[in-house]
């Protein structure tokens, strides 16, 4: 018998999209699945669309009385889960049927404890569908950036679950977590296909581009908290330490990003020489034009251009 694999889920007013969603989890070719799903607090109809599965057997679902954060409700999630794998994908996103077979094969194939792919993307007042661009497979450099494995294509097995799990609560967005883990500890791989359809829609702040200053600002204020988070496991492993100077210059050219005061980012940028690395000095002509002229200067340029 094929192992069974979990698809875990954190809802929160989603009520548009959720029903699609899990569907898209139930109607994968790879037949033995399971879908755990938590609602996070929501105060929409959720809870009446949850409803709609009490029979299916392949459902469990749970519910916060009062929201905790992505995190803890994928954490949730995660322990209601009892598959021999784990598959994460976002509650206003949408599988290919295809995902999780093509996936587990290629998990088996190549050895890997986590496989991710590639995705389409629509805006919700669309139906057309945009490929991504070429995706790189991420280093222990780059990966301390930010990350470029996206959660909803995730297939990973037990082995680094148990090290994954429980995802810092406080934390407010999962996949880069999971991902700096993988490229780290674990053997990971990309198999280079579509396998989710992502929705862009007025709640999303990463791939909306309708306002490029605040959706940025927004993404890099959660970075904050990544950064301590990924230093602590860092500095805990001496043959990892030398990777803390890049993290740490990482952080200050995002606190540049983040200021609206000259002398603060003046002091960010004489602050980030402690930490040049061969692999950081390539960023500094953008960070003396940040230093000097500030994000929001630079983001309304940027806007003039696209327009």
Not at 4 to 24: P, Q, R
Not at 289 to 305: D, P
């Amino acid at each position: 018998m094929i192992p069974k694999i979990s698809f875990i889920i954190a809802t929160y007013n989603n009520e548009l999209f959720l029903k699609k969603c899990i569907d898209s989890c139930l109607n994968q070719t790879y037949e033995n699945i399971e879908v755990c799903i938590t609602d996070d607090g929501s105060n929409d109809s959720t809870s009446n669309i949850l409803e709609l599965y009490d029979d299916d057997t392949r459902i469990k679902f749970s519910s916060f009385k009062q929201n905790k954060g992505i995190c803890s409700a994928l954490n949730n999630s995660y322990k209601m889960a009892s598959g021999k794998y784990i598959a994460i994908i976002d509650s206003d996103d949408i599988n290919y049927d295809d995902r999780i077979e093509r996936q587990y094969r290629h998990l088996k194939k190549t050895n890997s404890d986590l496989v991710y792919s590639n995705f389409d993307y629509f805006y919700d007042n669309s139906k057309t569908l945009i490929k991504n661009k070429k995706l790189k497979e991420p280093n222990k450099v780059s990966i301390l950036f930010d990350n470029s494995i996206s959660g909803g294509s995730m297939l990973f097995n037990r082995k680094m679950s148990s090290k994954v799990f429980p995802i810092p609560d406080d934390l407010e967005f999962s996949d880069w977590w999971i991902a700096f883990q993988a490229v780290y500890f674990f053997n990971f791989s990309l198999i280079d296909f579509p396998s989710f359809k992502y929705r862009i829609h007025k709640n999303n702040t990463s791939g909306n581009n309708d306002n490029f200053f605040q959706n940025k600002r927004k993404n890099l204020v959660r970075h904050v908290r990544y950064h301590d988070y990924i230093n602590k496991v860092l500095l805990s492993n001496h043959k990892l330490k030398k990777y803390v100077t890049i993290s740490k210059f990482n952080l200050l050219y995002k606190k540049s990003i983040l200021s609206d005061s000259f002398k603060e980012r003046l002091i960010i940028f004489i602050n980030s020489f402690k930490y040049i690395t061969p692999s950081n000095i390539k960023k500094y002509p953008i960070f003396i034009l940040l230093t000097f002229f500030g994000f929001r200067t630079l983001a309304f340029i940027k806007n003039l251009v696209r327009y």
